[in-house]
């Protein structure tokens, strides 16, 4: 016998559970809901939209590799007070001008760059 939604999307729900899925909430404003329309939509020129999920998802596994990167970068660097390999977590050293940990978070923080405009040409 066919299995009702409510078995359905039990089971749905089961599968996501073993498989270590998490169900967040997120809210957002109305221009973010719209940017992020926009850019599913622009991301796929030519194709179907992705998925605000997938979207989300693809931008997080993006942030998670450009981190990897930079804390590797880092790693070629020592702090400028205890001498231990960057990114420092904690040192005995904070509160002194010298040790990363003072200000060394903006290096690994998100930052919004924004984009500067582009020049016509003038011919």
Known sequence: MA????E?????????AAAGATKIELVLDAQEVTMLAQNC????????PYDLSEYITLLIRKDNAELQQLIA???KRNCGRCGDQ?????CPCKGEAACWVNGGWHEVKL???????VAANQT
């Open 8 to 16: 359905r999307k039990a089971a749905q729900r089961a599968r996501q």
């Open 41 to 48: 939509a622009a991301r796929r020129p030519g194709r179907e």
């Open 86 to 90: 960057l990114p420092v977590q904690d």
């Open 111 to 117: 930052k919004i760059d924004t984009p500067r405009p």
């Open 3 to 6: 299995m009702s939604p409510v």
């Open 73 to 75: 970068e880092l790693g």
